[in-house]
């Protein structure tokens, strides 16, 4: 795999300690409910155009140019669900879908990056992609709409 | 993203937040966060929605409460759609991803579509910081 596009115009290496996974599930929450993904849902905020004030801190820099996922099992579904149930009772209009994914052989890289505030998050990991991402490189395991847990 | 008729456009920087910013609720961007304007008011804001066409187009409520609706809501006493539902001070934002603002509206709590408005059950998280706030 190749990382060209994800260290362009910067000096970070985002990839220390990351690692290929293809063996456990994670979530990301997706917009409009679907039955596919949509490219839509796996931009980063570094493509969609955000700018981090200080270009120096390699954390803040990578975590724009990574993807949040959660680690998703038997032991963080609940606390997955009632994060994002959280956020759907403030914001119902906001990407009210919870996708369930398998990354693929070549899709890319996670990182484990707890969150610490406002509430600390253990599962939170970024995901960084190849090169060669593309949408047929994740598999969708399941979608839950969040409606239905209200 | 749901329409606002023009004439509720204002230039205006009552629900701008300038000083003591906290997220309360986090989930890939701020969801849920209070701060004070320029005046000292306090101002209760939320991540209402994304443009589903546009990557950078942000929708915000942002609403000045009183000290005392504030207090209610950081005890659980009131949910934020009761916040809304008695606030007269509600303004919409559009922003870009770095929070640039684009358009402010004012508008009242039956202008906002059913379903935009948070649900029953939209009481504040918990947070370690804010209980050293709390008024007991």
Redesign the interface.
């Given at each position: 795999m190749t990382f060209n596009q994800l260290h362009e115009n910067t000096d970070c290496d985002c990839l220390i300690k990351s690692q290929e996974n293809t063996e456990n599930l994670f979530a990301r929450k997706v917009g409009k409910a679907k039955t596919e993904l949509k490219s839509r849902d796996f931009k980063t905020h570094h493509e969609r155009g955000i700018t981090v004030a200080s270009p120096d801190d390699c954390s803040k820099v990578c975590g724009k140019r990574g993807l949040s996922v959660d680690i998703w099992n038997d032991d963080t579904k609940a606390a997955i669900l009632q994060r994002f149930m959280t956020t759907f009772a403030i914001s119902p209009k906001l990407k009210n879908h919870l996708s369930i994914i398998k990354f693929k052989e070549g899709a890319g890289v996670v990182k484990h990056t707890p969150v610490v505030e406002p509430i600390p998050n253990e599962n939170h990991y970024d995901f960084y992609k190849s090169d060669e991402f593309n949408l047929d490189l994740v598999e969708l395991v399941e979608l839950i709409p969040l409606r239905q847990n209200v | 993203m749901f329409e606002i008729n023009n004439n509720r456009n204002v230039a205006s920087d009552l629900p701008i937040i300038t000083n003591n910013f906290?997220?309360?609720?986090?989930?890939?961007f701020p969801?849920?966060f209070i701060g004070e304007n320029p005046y000292g008011n306090k101002i209760l804001g939320?991540?209402?929605?994304?443009d589903?066409d546009d990557?950078?187009l942000f929708r915000y409520f942002q609403s000045i409460v009183k000290d005392e609706i504030y207090f209610q809501f950081i005890d659980k006493k009131i949910s934020?759609l009761e916040v809304l539902e008695n606030s007269s001070s509600i303004f919409v934002l559009d922003k870009?991803?770095?929070n640039k603002i684009i358009a402010i509206f004012h508008i009242s709590f039956s202008e906002i579509p059913k379903?935009?408005?948070?649900?029953p059950?939209?009481?504040c998280?918990?947070?370690a910081?804010l209980m050293s706030q709390r008024t007991h």
């Open positions: - | 906290q997220v309360l609720h986090f989930d890939e969801i849920l939320s991540l209402v929605c994304e589903e990557d950078n934020y870009d991803i770095n379903d935009y408005l948070p649900l059950n939209s009481f998280p918990d947070i910081e």
